[in-house]
């Protein structure tokens, strides 16, 4: 029977290897650079290209991946292990080949590219030598992609797109922006769009803004405001087939959605560390605040909450590995994207009290995991409506009750009991006819 919660001895050498070279290399680098993927900042490029390299020769580079796409080929249980030991580092995922939205546009091509366009934007993308960018989201909003307005239309053999998109981050990186347009308004909802490769260079396309996150460092933002105004891309800039844009984004989402839970889960861990530290290191009336009940609490409700989410985590990608296709694990993968925001929320807020003053300082990192559990809450969907997939899918298939009553109604499931057990029943009462009239 296969149920082991172990990791094998192997990949935990690995994951030792990886703690260490975090808490002494990546943590140390991030203090020096605005943005992991800024490739025009040369101390950017000098710090990180021989992290770089240290991972590919310790075989961990884009470890989710199979050897078609440059990687070991460990897949997504493995990559949450991994995910927990770098989720806390601004350039973890640069350093290890694993950064949203790059891996996620990588998924993209590698189902849906042409071999031309895997051979022009895939190879150095996988190499970390180019950034990419996924551009969906409309000023008009992003919850309901059925509404999208930017338009692609075919032109001999090229497509020309108008409209604007909204929190593409990293476009200003990127060499590419995988973008969704509307191909056909007349077709069906779910057929109206399509998905296509768009070279940054392309004329036309222009930043309006970088839009900043509030709590992060810089003036200028990530996020940006596009806007595309007769860009034209050859018509095989296309991924999978015309009406396939809903397909596509599902595909790009459903690992990205289980990225940024495995990436959480460090961020909680990291907390609750914390937060263990202070407990037994701060006094407060001859007492620690470890051996305060209220404190006491508060650090069990995070663990338990830790506990939980990362095995939820741990499953969902396990499934992932299982079936190799995120539409069948779509629960799953909705059900731990609605508890990511509420644990990571949770568990920082908690440490982030027991902290003081020195908690809600800039000097700690708390205000900005808080702050990141509203982005997990946002990003790559809304909660709402996840808990509406994750309703939608337990709901389906579920017989209704027989009649007025519930299924699990007592005097029911009384006259079943009786009914089954008729012949001990009567074999009883007739044994006691038996006996009294003896
Ligand atoms: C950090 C970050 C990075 C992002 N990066 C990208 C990116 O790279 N590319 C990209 O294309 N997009 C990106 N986004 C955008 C993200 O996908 C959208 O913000 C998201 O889809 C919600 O769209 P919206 O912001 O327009 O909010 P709206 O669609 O306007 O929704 C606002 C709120 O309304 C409520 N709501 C909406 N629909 C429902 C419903 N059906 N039922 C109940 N309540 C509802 C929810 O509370 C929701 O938060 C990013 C967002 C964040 C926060």
């Known amino acids: 029977m296969a149920w082991d919660f172990q990791t094998d001895p192997e990949y935990q050498e690995k994951l030792d290897w990886v703690e260490q070279f975090v808490r002494e290399e990546v943590e140390p680098a991030d203090r020096m650079?605005?943005?992991?993927?800024?490739?025009?900042?040369?101390?950017?490029?000098?710090?990180?290209?021989?992290?770089?390299?240290?991972?590919?020769?310790?075989?961990?580079?884009?470890?989710?991946?199979?050897?078609?796409?440059?990687?070991?080929?460990?897949?997504?249980?493995?990559?949450?292990?991994?995910?927990?030991?770098?989720?806390?580092?601004?350039s973890g995922p640069v350093v290890f080949g694993t950064q949203a939205p790059d891996s996620g546009n990588?998924?993209?091509?590698?189902?849906?590219?042409?071999?031309?366009?895997?051979?022009?934007?895939?190879?150095?993308?996988?190499?970390?030598?180019?950034?990419?960018?996924?551009?969906?989201?409309?000023?008009?909003?992003?919850?309901?992609?059925?509404?999208?307005?930017?338009?692609?239309?075919?032109?001999g053999d090229h497509y020309v797109i108008n409209g604007e998109k909204w929190f593409s981050s990293n476009a200003r990186f990127a060499s590419f922006l995988v973008l969704m347009a509307v191909t056909d308004p007349d077709a069906e909802?779910?057929?109206?769009?399509?998905?296509?490769?768009?070279?940054?260079?392309?004329?036309?396309?222009?930043?309006?803004r970088n839009v900043g996150v509030t709590g992060h460092a810089g003036h200028e933002g990530t996020h940006a405001y596009v806007r595309y105004t007769d860009v034209r891309i050859p018509a095989d800039h296309l991924l999978g087939e015309e009406g396939d844009g809903f397909k596509v984004a599902q595909v790009r989402l459903g690992g990205g959605r289980i990225h940024h839970a495995m990436r959480t889960v460090a961020l909680v861990r990291r907390s609750l560390e914390l937060m263990l530290e202070r407990a037994v290191s701060r006094e407060t009336r001859g007492k620690r605040l470890g051996d305060l009940q209220m404190v006491q609490d508060m650090i069990a409700e995070s663990w338990v909450q830790l506990e939980q989410f990362r095995l939820f985590v741990l499953r969902t990608a396990w499934k992932i590995?299982?079936?190799?296709?995120?539409?069948?694990?779509?629960?799953?993968?909705?059900?731990?994207?609605?508890?990511?925001?509420?644990?990571?929320?949770?568990?920082?807020?908690?440490?982030?009290?027991?902290?003081?003053?020195?908690?809600?300082s800039t000097e700690m990192p708390f205000g900005k995991f808080v702050l990141e559990s509203f982005h997990m809450a946002i990003a790559d969907g809304a909660t709402e409506l996840h808990k509406q997939q994750v309703a939608k899918?337990?709901?389906?298939?579920?017989?209704?009750?027989?009649?007025l009553f519930p299924s699990a109604h007592a005097l029911r499931l009384d006259e079943q009991a009786r009914a089954k057990y008729a012949d001990v029943l009567a074999a009883v009462q007739a044994d006691h006819a038996a006996l009294m009239g003896a």
Not at 45 to 51: F, Q, S, V, W
Not at 124 to 147: K, Q, V
Not at 393 to 403: C, I, K, S, T, Y
Request: proline share 8%.
């Open 33 to 90: 650079y605005a943005h992991p993927l800024d490739m025009t900042d040369p101390v950017r490029n000098a710090l990180i290209r021989p992290l770089q390299a240290q991972v590919r020769e310790k075989e961990l580079w884009a470890c989710h991946l199979g050897p078609e796409l440059g990687g070991p080929g460990y897949g997504q249980l493995k990559l949450a292990l991994l995910n927990e030991l770098i989720g806390t580092t601004l």
């Open 106 to 155: 990588a998924e993209t091509l590698a189902h849906f590219g042409s071999p031309e366009l895997k051979e022009r934007y895939l190879k150095p993308l996988l190499e970390g030598e180019i950034a990419s960018c996924f551009s969906m989201t409309e000023p008009t909003g992003g919850s309901d992609p059925t509404g999208f307005q930017c338009r692609a239309v075919r032109d």
């Open 189 to 208: 909802r779910h057929r109206r769009a399509s998905m296509f490769i768009v070279p940054a260079d392309t004329p036309g396309i222009e930043i309006v």
């Open 321 to 360: 590995d299982q079936v190799k296709d995120y539409k069948l694990v779509i629960k799953d993968i909705a059900g731990v994207k609605v508890a990511m925001p509420k644990v990571l929320h949770d568990v920082a807020s908690r440490a982030l009290q027991l902290h003081g003053s020195l908690g809600i």
């Open 393 to 403: 899918q337990l709901l389906r298939g579920v017989e209704p009750a027989p009649d």
